[in-house]
């Protein structure tokens, strides 16, 4: 499914994502939602799940403002 397609599917929520296409800056082009929350913690204890693969944590919607990103 592609990164837009995502985006509109899963507002507010934070994504596990099998990423088939990344672009030259590694942002997901395309990729499989294998899991989505509202609630992160959730996300990170999945991804034990899925060893091995091409995988990206994404959030779609506004971030809190108390939360910070490291890049």
Do not use: T
């Not at 294998?34 to 899925?50: R, T």
């Amino acid at each position: 499914m592609k990164m837009s397609e995502i985006k509109k599917k899963y507002r507010n929520q934070w994504l596990l994502i099998e990423v088939s296409k990344f672009d030259n800056n590694y942002d997901v082009i395309e990729g499989k939602v294998l899991v989505h929350s509202p609630f992160e913690n959730d996300i990170y204890q999945a991804l034990l799940k899925y060893k091995g693969k091409k995988l990206a944590i994404e959030y779609v919607g506004k971030l809190p403002e108390e939360m910070a990103v490291l890049l």
